[in-house]
């Protein structure tokens, strides 16, 4: 395999208000023309991720929750999948993270002998995530899919949000800003994520495209870096890839400027 791209879904290649792609569907299908695989990388449950691959007729290996799981169609590589690898709604998942109940458990807790002010996704009915995120119910209730990890909403001072996550890491745990919420999980990222598809796919060169903090260290380790415009971008550091580039459009669009400088020189 000559290439792949791994790209993130929301402020990225979905417009972040209206979860629209439209605006790189010429690059979509220039990708999908030449057979380079495509890897969503998302905060989205992979329920949701479902909708968005059969939307944009993309049929390859996906990582979601942040890396809490990566997501293979059977036979995929070419060969059964290794046994630490198990089926669930008609993928092999290979996880990287605990069982979101632990998250939720210790929140619980937190909130609790605390006194820690925030909600989160397991305290909103579908109804009052679709109010927050701009989703349609049907999409926020395959948001409340979750396997391995909890967004939330800080609704308490900058002090309080340091001891909060200084309580997280006793426990393993970590936050991540994401582009619209903060991300309760566990000791996993995009970046390990890749590293195992990337293993396992081969591929001479690797593109990640991604806009917020929490694709940072994916970025990092690709060959070739897109950070598309948005308002956490300014914050993303990278050191490792050979090339970086940053759009001047936001969103899909920012993404389909990026592929069509990149298309040519791709192999």
Known sequence: MRTAIFTDLDGTLLDRDTYSWAA??????????????????????????????????????FI??????????PRYFGFEAPQRLESWNGFELKRFSESRD????????????????????GDWTPQELAERSGLPVEDAERALERCGS???????????????????????LRLVQGGRFLHVMGDF?????????????????????GDSPNDEAMLDQADIAVVVRS???????????QRIIKTKNTGPAGWQEALEALLPELP
């Open 102 to 121: 632990l998250i939720l458990s210790l929140l619980g807790e937190l909130r609790r002998d605390h006194g820690y002010r925030f909600e989160g996704f």
């Open 64 to 73: 979601v929750e942040n890396g809490a799981a990566i997501a293979v169609p």
């Open 231 to 241: 308002p956490h971008s300014d914050s993303i550091r990278l050191t490792q890839p």
């Open 150 to 172: 909890e967004p939330l909403v800080w609704l308490d001072t900058d002090e309080n949000l340091g001891r909060f996550r200084q309580r997280l890491a006793r426990n393993g």
């Open 189 to 209: 990222d995009k970046a390990k994520a890749f590293a195992w598809l990337k293993s396992m796919l081969k591929p001479e060169t690797t593109v990640a495209l």
């Open 24 to 61: 790189a569907a010429a690059a979509l299908d220039r990708v999908r023309q030449r057979e380079i695989p495509l890897i969503i990388a998302t905060s989205k449950t992979l329920a949701e991720t479902v909708v968005v691959r059969s939307q944009i007729l993309n049929d390859h290996p």
